[in-house]
């Protein structure tokens, strides 16, 4: 068997110590923070001043929990920041839902609980209305009749009993939509059900694998602002002055992807130093 | 019986269905009354949408029963945990409600882990997967790496330490390079739906009624 040459063993490093590398590369800023300088991006910065500027004294937000368990350690940070955002404003209802994902209502539950609701009240201030089989037909029969399908929330309580509900008849009531996707179904469902024909002010937060599928929606207006990943998450912490699970993550994002850009650059070195030496050799 | 497996049926119902939806999407100001059916159709499709999942639940059951009937090797261990913890979080969130502490544990210590450990592993793959496919052995693989790299570093709050110029680079790249192509895709993901949604809604295209006897 031929020998592997210095050049050609750089072009094919054995997967497990790479794994090993990135392993180690998360775990070490995990446990010793780097404390890395956060910059603000134009894409978080849009999405929090919609929210800053529609969710007004008076104003009736809804946030749908698209995601699934997997998608925690990148969504819930955006999700916590995001929320938090919404409990910080005076006088804001809040309607919590999931349509596309039946673990949505669960994962909003656990949001909640990172969430300091500065004083807002279950059934009053907000309300969990839990997941609508359908995908998007319930998204169509929610936007034009939300009593004739909202009947009970996710604890069973009547909306009749839920002043948080009280006057919402569809979704021309409904000031800003919030949209929290990670997958199909998702924010395009709701683009065809609730953005287009009802013209709903919409934000968005998604994974950075989803994000660069999404930035048409943002060039066109139909999001007003997306949050991106784990760095849009940590960069919505520092904009609402809250630094969470995102920050502490961020250091780990900036060593990984130093590791992989050198394993690149390595991987191409090999790869030119062994196509120079062939080609010397004829 | 025979006049019920008539494919005929079905098909007219997808065409009613299907024109009701339009005629309500597209002329709801000026057609007022077709709003009224429109809503209960939807309504009735939010039910439908529910039985599916009682539906997927009986598929899952049945196939995991049949691994254990015929003992599939290599399978049926699976199976029966699969089944043991598939009815037992639906024992509890049936008679307990999702708000049961047992449901709440099951869910956050069992599930969630697993699920966003099985998520994570795509860390290692994709590091991996561009240690080995980022190559610039012509131009284009070369343009893909520099932009790859690029928009790598600006995703890292170390990447405009390094250089200032990978965010502003970067954010080039995602609005513009990437959304030309995205709506390239996504106009042409939109025109093949219209083509198919025309092509059901008058029969052509049978897939959705499942094979032909």
Known sequence: MERKGFWDRLQSIDHRILYAAVIVVIIIPLLRPLGLPITVTDATLKAYKAVDEIAKPGSVVIIAFEFIAGNWPEMGPIAVAMTQHVFNKPDVRIIILAMGRDEGPILAERTLRYVDKKGKEYGRDYVNLGFFAGGEAAMAAFARDIPGLVKKDYYGTPIENLPVMSGLKSLNDIDLFICLWSGTPGWVEYLRQWQTPYGIACVGGTLGIVGPGAQPYVAAGQLKGLVVGLRGGGEYEKLINRPGEATAGLDAISTTHILIFVCVILGNIGYFAARGARRREG | ?213
């Open chain 2, 1 to 213: 019986m025979s006049f019920l497996r008539q494919r005929e049926i079905p098909i007219g119902i997808t065409l009613i269905a299907g024109f009701l939806m339009l005629i309500d999407y597209y002329f709801r100001a000026e057609i007022p009354q077709v709003a009224g059916i429109s809503t209960t159709v939807q309504r009735w499709a939010v039910i439908i949408a529910a039985f599916a999942l009682l539906m997927g639940l009986i598929n899952i059951t049945r196939i995991h029963l049949n691994h254990l009937m015929k003992r599939t090797r290599g399978q049926w261990i699976f199976s029966i945990w699969c089944l043991f913890i598939m009815y037992l979080m639906i024992i509890v969130g049936l008679f307990g409600t999702v708000r049961h502490p047992i449901y709440q544990w099951l869910y956050t210590n069992i599930f969630l882990p697993i699920d966003a450990a099985m998520y994570s592993i795509l860390a290692l793959f994709i590091s991996s997967a561009a240690y080995r496919a980022f190559r610039a052995r012509n131009f284009e693989a070369f343009l893909m790496l520099a932009s790859g790299i690029i928009t790598m570093m600006m995703n890292a709050p170390i990447g405009e330490i390094i250089w200032k110029g990978f965010p502003v680079v970067g954010d080039w790249i995602m609005m513009v390079p990437n959304v030309a192509a995205q709506r390239a895709f996504l106009i042409c993901v939109v025109v093949g739906t219209v083509s198919l949604g025309i092509r059901t809604l008058l029969g052509m295209e049978r897939g959705y009624l499942g094979r032909e006897e």
